[in-house]
């Protein structure tokens, strides 16, 4: 069933953070200039405006608490209507104030959430050699 | 020099018309398009050959695979001018996001700067067959890669996080949100040509809908539709010799541009930060400030936008607008209150974008709002979209 799912299809800019998270490993793109973290990185550094960022994906703690959440109980996309209801939850990053990822978390769509629980990166295998990073609740971050 | 437009009140609305609102009109999107600007243009007095501009933005607010095909799911200025008849000085599509404010800063500065004279502003929303967000993507390229692989698409996660943000931050509750719809329903349930009309919601039923996205439900969403409204501007000298009372844009604002986020990614900070200073532009603009308005006319296309929109204006203090609204703050029939909806919004009319706001804040005040008509309304503020990503304007009954 997940195998319908949209798959991501990496570009030049983005091909390391897949790479990684085939590993199981979350890797987020720094400013080479600045070096702040960016979601998800574009032609320029938003913080130092620099047009030429060389941006570096480098592993980070997969530390972050809660933000905000959602219960989907419906999906425009394919491949999910088996997946339905699942909780998507908006994290920051441990790393760096409003670093903010979107996943889903794996602790089914019962659990009771509250702004600023802790969360871990945790990782879905949705095709051979493809990962898509998600949350677990806990951590020390 | 002042920061003041200096186009402030010299164009005014002389005219306008609005089809009925449907799920499916059963005739094509731009042959009713065309029928509506004929009809704009005659209640406004004029004949087709006079009007020398037209604008819109013609954005199909989908994120389903649906086709964009000029005439059929949208219909551009040039579009409506070739099929009207008319062979315009002037037509422009607004691109940004806040289409109804972004056209009328199109009008408005074409007139002001003598591009045209007499300009025809519509808006065509077209309901497409099937399911209107749904998308059979299976490979998620471009920015999409970043969300689309866990579930994260379409406009609904976009407003429920920050909906749950501000639910978590200030205590707010469903029974609160329930009032908003409430009231939306309400009035577009007096509204003939509303999709809505003569179905009022209760607060029950509106707490006993599933969710579809908790905590959005299938109540906070606006239905898409068939529909098309346009509006004939024109200067405020010419205005004066036509039949209508004019009604004058002192001023328009589109939001600062936002911040770097995921896709779809609205955190409530983001939303509130940048829609303060889409304020701030929208005072500045029009000379018009937060207590003079009479007639706030707030964005609904999902009910949480209509407590971040009263919060934003500076209408209720910040994390009190679940509260204001529960408490009667925008109920049209208390005359000690905002009526914030009092035109149905597109909860209570159909997905028309924009037009609820615009068209209320018209009717109002040029005096030809019929049964509803409101005694003592002189400043209309027309809301489109998110406070940061999106615009509003300014209208006022006299030269402000």
């Known amino acids: 069933v997940t195998a319908t799912r949209p798959l991501p299809m990496p570009g030049e800019d983005s091909a390391p953070y897949w790479e990684a998270a085939a590993r199981h490993v979350l890797a987020v793109a720094r400013c080479s200039r600045c070096r702040s973290y960016v979601v998800p990185p574009g032609q320029t550094c938003p913080r130092c405006r620099a047009t030429d960022p060389g941006f570096v994906f480098e592993q980070v703690s997969g530390q972050g608490r809660v933000r905000s959440w959602i219960v989907m109980r419906q999906s425009f996309l394919p491949g999910f209507s088996a997946e339905v209801p699942f909780v998507l939850v908006d994290v920051e990053l441990a790393e760096q104030a409003e670093l903010r990822l979107i996943g889903r978390l794996l602790d089914g769509p019962d659990v009771r959430l509250r702004v600023g629980d802790r969360v871990t990166v945790a990782f879905e295998d949705v095709a051979p050699g493809v990962a898509v990073p998600a949350f677990v609740l806990g951590g020390d971050a | 020099m002042s920061p003041r437009s200096r186009a402030a009140c010299r164009v005014a609305i002389v005219g306008y018309a609005h089809s009925a609102v449907q799920r499916h009109a059963g005739r094509p999107l731009g042959a009713l398009a065309v029928d509506v600007a004929r009809e704009a243009i005659a209640d406004a007095a004029l004949e087709p050959e006079t009007i020398d501009g037209f604008v819109t933005a013609a954005l199909f607010p989908t994120s389903g695979d649906h086709a964009v095909e000029d005439g059929v799911s949208i219909v551009s200025a040039d579009w409506l001018a070739m099929h009207v008849g008319a062979a315009p000085r002037y037509a422009a599509g607004f691109q940004g996001i806040g289409q109804i404010p972004g056209s009328v800063s199109l009008a408005v500065n074409a007139?002001?700067?003598?591009a045209a004279d007499y300009v025809v502003l519509h808006r065509a929303l077209?309901?497409?067959?099937?399911?209107?967000?749904?998308?059979?993507m299976r490979e998620a390229r471009g920015s999409r890669q970043w969300t689309a692989p866990q579930g994260y698409f379409g406009p609904l996660p976009m407003i429920g996080l920050p909906y749950n943000e501000y639910l978590q931050r200030y205590g707010a509750s469903r029974e609160a949100m329930a009032a908003v719809v409430v009231e939306a329903r309400k009035n577009g349930a007096r509204i003939p040509w509303s999709y809505w009309y003569g179905r009022p919601l209760s607060t029950g039923e509106y707490l006993a809908a599933p969710m579809i996205?908790?905590?959005v439900?299938?109540?906070?969403c606006d239905i898409p539709v068939d529909g098309v409204a346009a509006f004939v501007l024109t200067s405020a000298e010419r205005a004066r010799d036509l039949p209508h009372k004019p009604v004058y844009i002192a001023g328009y604002?589109?939001?600062?541009?936002p911040a770097p986020r995921l896709p779809l990614h609205w955190p409530l900070d983001d939303i509130m930060d940048g829609?303060?200073?889409?304020?701030r532009r929208l005072w500045e603009h029009s000379g018009v400030g937060p207590s003079d308005v009479d007639l706030p006319q707030v964005y609904d296309g999902f009910s949480p936008f209509v407590w971040f929109w009263l919060e934003a204006l500076g209408l209720c203090p910040v994390g009190e607008a679940h509260r204001f609204v529960l408490d009667g703050g925008i109920d049209c029939d208390d005359p000690a209150a905002l009526p914030a909806l009092s035109g149905g919004g597109a909860l209570g009319n159909?997905?028309?974008?924009?037009?609820?706001q615009m068209l209320e804040c018209y009717l109002q005040l040029s005096g030809r709002a019929g049964e509803r008509q409101r005694r003592n309304a002189t400043v209309g503020l027309a809301c489109h979209s998110s406070p940061h990503y999106g615009g509003a304007v300014v209208y006022t009954a006299e030269p402000w």
């Open chain 2, 217 to 220: 439900c299938r109540f906070d």
């Open chain 2, 111 to 114: 007139i002001a700067a003598g």
């Open chain 2, 253 to 257: 604002a589109s939001s600062p541009p």
């Open chain 2, 350 to 356: 159909g997905r028309m974008h924009g037009i609820p």
């Open chain 2, 275 to 279: 829609g303060a200073e889409t304020a």
């Open chain 2, 213 to 215: 996205n908790d905590p």
């Open chain 2, 126 to 136: 077209h309901n497409p067959a099937g399911g209107y967000h749904h998308n059979p």
